[in-house]
């Protein structure tokens, strides 16, 4: 993978393990950034064509990524107000149910709390041993369930859920099927028909190699029909430039029916001006990951997680989550007999940098980390609990 960490000069600086909290940005990523910001300082609005091309090559290659269509693909600035925008797009009735995991991250489970002054309720899943199972969703599925919203992997363990027949079962039900994939996207391959995701969300900061405060949301057709947007703006409408056509939208006992004039498919969940340049830099990382092979990029991550766990255990310290490799993503994570946080500090004065999550250490090793990386990592805390 020499060919491929020469994009990421940051390799040079530490050992960098921790994509599950945010990835190294490669350079073509930063280079695509500042020409975007270079076309804001020189031509200011005057380069707004080369902003939209950011967003028109953004969406292409997130369809291309999850076997969509660039009209199913929108963008907003984090997870949680991806969510937030479909949670809040759904006519509740009162008693609506929400199924969600127990331990999941917040971005996931505030949104769905905050409906419940809006009559839904939420049920909480039980994590086992940090194993979300789709099994016990399945169980869980009753005649009030609106919403079944999970992460595709965990974000504390790495254990990736078995999605393709609790898909099916959403669909059949015709309940909302949400994912969350910012653990996922870009370290295993998604088929958003074939799993029959209504919505999925992911930042593209991890896994994905792109900047801050992007995060691409999908939405199916038939959600997308069903969904009305919470928040909107210009970038909501059909017709963006007419910015006083409202005046002239039909009104009945003077409310005005906006459903007409938004726009077709996801972009109705953009609200105003997008961070054109961060687009564009998601757009880039989209397509360096394309250019450096997508299959490769997850056989290497695969075969680096599969080595973190294999030496974790060796050591006879304990694995969190995955039991079976088929269970991982690009995480593991493992509980030592010393004392974490010490641990933990020891490696960042060694200049390695990895997570501390819920009194457990996590590794998350990308496309530009090595195998000796990983082991010189595992040795190093090894060594501190000497």
């Not at 996922?184 to 919505?199: A, Q």
């Not at 990029?297 to 075969?303: D, P, Y």
């Not at 050591?315 to 946080?341: C, K, L, M, N, Y």
Request: glycine fraction near 8%.
């Amino acid at each position: 993978m020499n060919d491929v960490r020469q994009h990421f000069p940051g390799v040079l600086r530490q050992t960098y393990l921790n994509a599950a909290a945010q990835s190294l940005l490669p350079t073509p990523v930063m280079e695509e950034m500042s020409d975007s910001m270079r076309a804001h300082n020189e031509l200011g609005i005057n380069a707004f064509a080369s902003y939209l091309d950011g967003l028109i090559r953004a969406r292409s290659a997130g369809a291309r990524l999850l076997g969509a269509r660039p009209e199913q693909i929108a963008f907003v600035g984090n997870t949680a107000a991806a969510i937030s925008q479909v949670a809040g797009g759904i006519d509740w009735n009162d008693g609506d149910e929400i199924l969600v995991g127990d331990e999941e991250f917040p971005a996931i489970v505030l949104p769905w709390l905050a409906q419940q002054p809006r009559g839904a309720r939420v049920r909480f899943v039980p994590t086992e041993e940090g194993r979300l199972l789709a099994d016990r969703f399945l169980e869980a599925i009753g005649p009030r369930t609106r919403v079944v919203a999970v992460s595709h992997v965990q974000w504390t363990s790495g254990y990736c859920m078995e999605l393709e027949e609790l898909g099916r079962v959403c669909a059949e039900r015709e309940i909302l099927f949400c994912v969350d994939a910012i653990q996922s996207l870009g370290v295993l391959p998604i088929d958003v028909e074939k799993l029959k995701i209504g919505v999925l969300a992911a930042d593209g900061r991890k896994w994905m190699m792109g900047p801050q405060g992007c995060t691409l949301l999908y939405v199916s057709d038939d959600w997308g029909r069903e969904l009305r947007p919470p928040a909107v703006g210009t970038m909501t409408l059909a017709n963006p430039d007419g910015l006083l056509d409202y005046r002239d939208w039909d009104r009945e006992n003077g409310v005005v029916d906006m459903e007409p004039h938004l726009q077709a498919g996801a972009a109705r969940f953009e609200t105003g001006f997008h961070n054109f340049c961060g687009l564009a830099g998601l757009a880039r990382a989209m397509e360096f990951a394309e250019t450096v092979g997508r299959e490769r990029i997850q056989t290497h991550i695969a075969q680096l997680t599969r080595l973190a766990a294999k030496t974790v255990q060796e050591r006879g310290w304990t694995v969190w989550g995955p039991h079976q490799d088929h269970e991982r993503a690009g995480i593991t994570t493992f509980s030592i007999p010393g004392d974490p946080t010490l641990v933990y500090d020891h490696l960042n004065r060694n200049d390695i940098s990895i997570s501390l999550r819920e009194g457990r250490l996590r590794i998350a090793p990308h496309v530009y980390n090595t195998e000796d990386e990983v082991l010189h990592c595992i040795a190093t805390i090894q060594e501190a609990l000497r």
